[in-house]
């Protein structure tokens, strides 16, 4: 009887250390996940930095755009007026106070010479900046 006993208490002290080793085991695969989680959330949080600081540099970078093309926009449509203007006068700009005669030759010229050219407008990149 007491050699089962003895038996019976070698056998709880061997399955309690058994028990405490798969428990500290356990303990420290949950550290090692929580430090590689940590480790990950840390490269999420900067990627999700970097990320919003891109994001406001581009939605910047948009308004300005915006802008430009607005600004642009508003130039074209004034270029358009004048185009139209010159078509629907033939070239000719009459002066809004005597208008020039139609067969006074040097004034007619300079109308040709300053109005009816036939090149196309070239807009520097300085045109864009503010």
Avoid: W
């Avoid at 480790?39 to 994001?55: G, K, R």
């Amino acid at each position: 009887m007491e050699q089962r006993k003895r038996k019976r208490m070698l056998s709880n002290r061997e399955s309690a250390r058994r028990s405490r080793m798969k428990k500290q085991k356990l303990l420290d695969d949950l550290t090692a996940q929580v430090n590689r989680l940590k480790e990950q959330n840390s490269e999420i949080l900067t990627s999700v930095s970097i990320t919003t600081q891109h994001y406001l540099t581009v939605e910047a970078e948009n308004s300005v755009l915006k802008a430009q093309l607005d600004e642009l926009s508003h130039r074209l449509e004034s270029l358009n007026g004048i185009i139209e203007f010159l078509e629907s006068t033939n070239g000719i700009c009459p002066n809004p106070l005597t208008g020039p005669e139609p067969d006074d030759f040097l004034v007619n010229q300079m109308n040709m010479n300053m109005f009816c050219m036939n090149q196309p407008l070239m807009a520097s990149s300085d045109a864009l900046l503010y």
